[in-house]
Every structure is written in structure tokens, then in C-alpha cells.
């Protein structure tokens, strides 16, 4: 069995009965926000030990997660979201560029710019359930 109609038989049989587009994505959504956020912890750990060539890498990889992100969101057309995926994607560009010229402080400056858009998608679209997992809201 190819692994793309396993998946689609896993979302489509599992908790996203109800919502066949989820069977499109190329992997669940939870998995790609805990490679986010591990990447993102990533570039800060680097940043404060001046390891400028180490958060380059990680940012341009927050960028391809941040695409994937937005890909995401466009089955859905929903505005802010795709708006900060976008947004987020040109701040992880900005840190790589600051990276790359060896200007950490820049780099700080624009990697502290990012929050804003992991809590704006958060609060509008992610919504806790009792037992602590998170629901997607379109
Ligand atoms: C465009 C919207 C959007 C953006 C931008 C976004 N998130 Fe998320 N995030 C979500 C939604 C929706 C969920 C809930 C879905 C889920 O967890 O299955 C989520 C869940 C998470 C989770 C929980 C994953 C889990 O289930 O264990 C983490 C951690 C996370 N996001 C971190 C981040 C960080 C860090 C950033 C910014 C660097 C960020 N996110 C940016 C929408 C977004």
C-alpha cells in the first residue's frame, strides 16, 4: 500500500471523519506545528550561542514549514491564517539574511517579530479541548 492511501485511509477513518480535505495533507498538521516550534527553539538556542551558520539552516527550514503551513490553510481560504503563515515565512527569510551577514542582533530582532504570528493563529484557529489536544478552526 503506498503510503499516501494509508494516510488517507488513517485521516479519513480516524478523528477527521467528518473532513475529508484533511486527507490531502502531505502529514498531519500537529506534527508539522511540533517541527515548528521545535525549529523555531532551535534558531534561539543557536542565536544566543553565536552560532550564526546553525540558525541560518534552521530559519530557511522554519521558512519550508511555514510554506507548508500556508499550503495548508488554503484549502480552507482562511485569511488571517494564510496571512500570518505568509508573514511568518518572510520573518524566517529576514533571520536567515541576518544569519548569513554574521548580524545576530538583527537576526534576535527578527526571530522575537515571529511570536506574533504563532499567537495570532493560535488564538483565532486553535482551540484546547479537554483533554489537552488541540482542534484546528478554520
Ligand atoms: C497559520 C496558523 C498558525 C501559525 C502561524 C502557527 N500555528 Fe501552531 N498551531 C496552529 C493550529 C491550528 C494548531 C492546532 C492544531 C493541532 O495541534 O493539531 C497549532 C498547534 C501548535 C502546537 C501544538 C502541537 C501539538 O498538537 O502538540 C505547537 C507546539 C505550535 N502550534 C507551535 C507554533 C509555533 C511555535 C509557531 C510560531 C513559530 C506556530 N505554532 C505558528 C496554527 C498555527
Known amino acids: 500500500m503506498s503510503r499516501r492511501l494509508a494516510w488517507v485511509i488513517i485521516l479519513t477513518s480516524g478523528v477527521f471523519a467528518a473532513r475529508a480535505s484533511f486527507a490531502q495533507q502531505k502529514r498531519p498538521y500537529n506534527e508539522l506545528m511540533k517541527d515548528v516550534a521545535a525549529t523555531y527553539a532551535s534558531i534561539k538556542k543557536n542565536l544566543d550561542a553565536n552560532a550564526a551558520p546553525a540558525a541560518a539552516a534552521d530559519a530557511a527550514k522554519l521558512q519550508t514549514l511555514f ?59 486553535r482551540e484546547q479541548m479537554p483533554d489537552k489536544t488541540y482542534k484546528i478552526k478554520p
Open 67 to 125: 510554506k507548508d503551513t500556508e499550503e495548508f490553510w488554503a484549502q480552507f481560504k482562511t485569511k488571517d491564517a494564510l496571512d500570518a503563515a505568509k508573514g511568518a515565512q518572510d520573518a524566517a527569510v529576514a533571520i536567515a539574511a541576518a544569519a548569513k551577514a554574521n548580524n545576530l542582533q538583527k537576526a534576535q530582532a527578527s526571530y522575537s517579530g515571529v511570536g506574533k504570528f504563532c499567537n495570532g493563529c493560535h488564538t483565532s484557529h
